[in-house]
Every structure is written in C-alpha cells, then in structure tokens.
C-alpha cells in the first residue's frame, strides 16, 4: 500500500515551493518595471535639465556675442577688420566647423572659411565645412545643419546670410530659436556707415583702394601658384602730375585723376564684382590681371596709355607712363616681389621719356 501521509507531505511541499517560486518571481519582475521606470524618469530627468543647461548656455553665448560684437564696432573703423571679426565671433557660436556666406544687393560679398573672411575674388577658396566627429561632446549625433536668414538692421533689409555647419540635432535646435539675433550681429557689421564702402573704393577715382588691391594681390598669388595660371599685374603713373597740380591748381589734379581712372575703366573689362583697376596712392594706379600672360597685359597697358592721351581734361594734355610685370613662382616668394617688378619696368618707362608701356 502507498504511504498516503507521506505522499500528502510531499505534494504540499512541492506546492509550496511553487508558490514561493511565482511569488519570488512575480516580486523580482516587479521591482525591474519599477528599476527601469525609475531608471526613464531618472533619464527623462537628467534630458530635460540637460536642455535647460544647454538653452541657458546658449542664450550666454549669444549674449557675450552681442557684447563682444558691440566692442568690436567701437574699437575698429575698418570695415574689413569689422565683418572678419564679427563673423568669428558667429563661427564660435556654430562650433568652429562652420562656412558663412553674407550676399549684399544680390551678390556674393564674404564668406567665412578656414578660420578667416574672405572678401571678393577671395570667395573662389570658398570652403566647405571642415568633417566633424560623428559625435559631438554631449553625445548627440552630429548631422549638417543650414540656415538662411535675411540681414536687416533699423527696418532695412541689408542682404542674407547662409551658415552651414556640423552639430548635434539639439545644438541647432537652440541656434535656430536664436537666428534673428545672431542675423542680427552680421547686419550690424555690415549697416556701420560707408564703412563697406570705404575700405573698397576710392572716393575720388571710383576705383578700388590700396588696402582692396593688397588683398586682391594676397589672394590671386596665391590662386596663380595654386593653378599654374599667369597673372599680371600693370603700375600706371601720371606724368608730370605735381607740375599740373602746381600749374593749372589741384581741383584741375582731381579732374585729371578721374580723367585717367574713367579711360582705365573703359579699357578694362571684368566680371560683375570683381576689381581690376586700383588706385595705388597718389598719382599712381594699378591693374590686377589674373589668367592673362605678359604679352597680353602690356597690349591692355599699351590701349590704356592710348585712351589717356586721347582725352585732355580740361584743355589739360594728359599722358602716363606704365610698367607691366608677370607672376614668376619660381622668382617671386611673395605679392611684393612682382609688385617691385611691375614698379622697376615703369621706372624704366619714365627713364626712357614717359609716354610709354614697359614690360619686365
């Protein structure tokens, strides 16, 4: 016979057991729901107050920009020096691995690239955004980000800008949500008055000025080095110009300077925005040729020297002595070196009885 008391023993244990089992089991699973949601909103916590951190320290940053930028406009009166400035101080506010593109009247006038501004024929380096890690430091995923806004300053629209740059989805968030200050900044940099204006163009002649042509220099040396394409540079001199400033008195000077800069434009044509014809300083003017050899610059020079002769100014009988020079890479370190080559050939121009084209 089977021992019932023992088998009844055995079956309420073995029951025992089970309900022990489920129990622990169903104590274990709900203590994990209760981990893990504790864990979320732990996280859902952290999130939040991560962005409260990053809007504040965004609306910091902005701030300091504003400031920074406010001090840039006090301190310097060039508008160069000015928009360069002013746009680091937006590149930083975009994380550094940035491009800024600033269109003025419908046309490309600076773009920020390579941790500097560059102006005019510059634009050609235009670079793009620098590669970026693929997770910026808060952990976020780094994608491209644009934005376009338009500039304006006291109601007037001054121009747009376009920013590119690479950063976490949140950062752009926050940046976009301060597009119209940050707009703001660059259109104050360009509305400082006449300052565009003057550091380009010359009030007297309508060509552009020394400090434009240093640039332009700078910038087409080093695109002739890079593409192996010529570049000439033309140094034109009125002749005679104190004797007819002594003479005729120097309104009749400033007639004659004009005189010569308007026959300079006629026999030069460029691309729209672009600078060719350059007062130099004084009486002295220059022609910055990019992708034209020698042999054509000094036929340009020799139809300028024509078109000056051409045309008295003011019953004044004017004529200029010009000294053509080539970009040598293999003679020439640097702008300077042609500059000094293009000065020799019209030193030697004036030497052999002014009037004339003299080419290095």
């Not at 000025?209 to 640039?215: A, I, P, S, V, W």
């Amino acid at each position: 016979m089977p021992d019932l008391p023992g088998l009844r023993m055995f079956a309420l244990m073995a029951c025992a057991y089970s309900a022990l089992a489920v129990l622990v089991f169903v104590l274990t699973w709900r203590s994990r729901v209760e981990t893990r949601a504790m864990a979320e909103a732990v996280a859902g916590l952290e999130h939040s107050l991560w962005k409260q951190r990053m809007e504040l320290q965004t609306q910091i940053e902005v701030l300091c920009a504003e400031r920074e930028i406010g001090l840039i406009l006090r301190e310097d009166v060039d508008f160069r020096a000015v928009l360069d400035r002013a746009l680091g101080v937006v590149a930083r506010l975009l994380g550094g691995r940035c491009a800024i593109e600033i269109h003025v009247a419908g046309q490309l006038r600076a773009v920020w690239a390579d941790g500097k501004a560059w102006f005019d024929r510059g634009m050609v380096k235009r670079a793009k955004v620098p590669a970026a890690p693929a997770v910026s430091e808060a952990g976020g995923r780094v994608e491209p980000w644009k934005l376009e806004v338009p500039l304006s300053y006291d109601g007037e629209q001054t121009g747009r800008a376009v920013l590119r740059a690479e950063m976490d989805e949140e950062r752009g968030r926050q940046l976009r949500a301060h597009a119209e200050e940050i707009a703001g900044f660059i259109a104050l940099a360009l509305k400082t008055p006449d300052l565009y204006t003057r550091a380009v163009e010359d009030g007297l002649t309508g060509l552009a000025t020394k400090r434009h042509f240093l640039n332009q220099i700078d910038v087409l040396v080093e695109q002739a080095r890079r593409d192996g394409a010529p570049l000439s540079l033309v140094m034109v001199d009125i002749d005679h110009f104190k004797k007819i400033n002594d003479r005729h008195g120097h309104l009749t000077g400033d007639k004659v300077l004009k005189g010569v800069a308007d026959a300079l434009k006629r026999c030069i044509r460029t691309r729209a925005g672009d600078s060719a014809g350059f007062r130099y300083g004084g009486e002295e003017l220059s022609i910055l040729l990019p992708r034209v050899p020698l042999a054509k610059a000094a036929a340009i020079a020799e139809r300028v020297r024509e078109a000056i002769e051409a045309k008295p100014v003011s019953g004044v009988p004017v004529t200029a002595s010009l000294g053509v020079a080539q970009f040598d890479e293999r003679t020439m370190a640097a702008p300077e070196a042609l500059i000094a080559r293009a000065d020799a050939a019209l030193y030697r121009a004036k030497e052999g009885g002014r009037n004339r084209v003299v080419a290095a």
